[in-house]
């Protein structure tokens, strides 16, 4: 191989490098979104080897223009799990801690919940917005 022809792959395998780093480090995120969204309250079960329950609590700042299922979709989930995000104005009163169970939160903020996304432990997506 000649010398002119060892420097052009050393350049294509840097570009290449290069690329895949900064492809890497710019993919999109939760704060990406539209809508200031804040996580407020979260619960996650200790359990490691069966179903990990998850529960959070997400304020929003402007709802009408808030991405909610595209936020819920960036929540981690486990296989056979649950994953359920309630969503509430940041203006108006919200949970400070979740639960697991039925019931999430105190009845008192029923009422207030703005969005629920669900992620089954199937994998099945279910989202309503209030």
């Keep these: 191989m000649t010398r002119q022809a060892k420097i052009i792959l050393l350049t294509?395998?840097?570009?290449?490098?290069?690329?895949?780093?900064?492809?890497?480090?710019?993919?999109?995120?939760?704060?990406?979104?539209q809508g200031g969204f804040k996580e407020v309250a979260t619960y996650r079960n200790?359990?490691?080897t069966g179903p990990v329950i998850r529960v959070y609590?997400?304020?929003?700042?402007d709802p009408d223009k808030a991405e909610m299922e595209a936020y819920g979709n960036y929540m981690p989930h486990t296989k056979y799990g649950n994953t359920k995000v309630f969503f509430f104005s940041k203006d108006k009163l919200f949970p400070k801690?979740?639960?697991?169970?039925?019931?999430?939160?105190?009845a008192e903020?029923?009422?207030?919940?703005?969005?629920?996304?669900?992620k089954d432990a199937m994998?099945?997506?279910?989202?309503?917005k209030f």
Excluded: C, H, M
Aim: hydrophobic share 50%; net charge negative; charged share 15%.
């Design 12 to 33: 294509l395998v840097a570009a290449l490098l290069v690329w895949f780093t900064w492809d890497a480090f710019n993919q999109p995120g939760v704060n990406d979104l």
């Design 46 to 48: 200790e359990n490691n």
């Design 109 to 118: 903020f029923q009422q207030k919940v703005i969005g629920r996304y669900e």
């Design 57 to 61: 609590a997400v304020t929003v700042a």
């Design 123 to 128: 994998g099945q997506v279910s989202f309503k």
């Design 97 to 106: 801690a979740v639960f697991p169970g039925e019931e999430n939160f105190p």
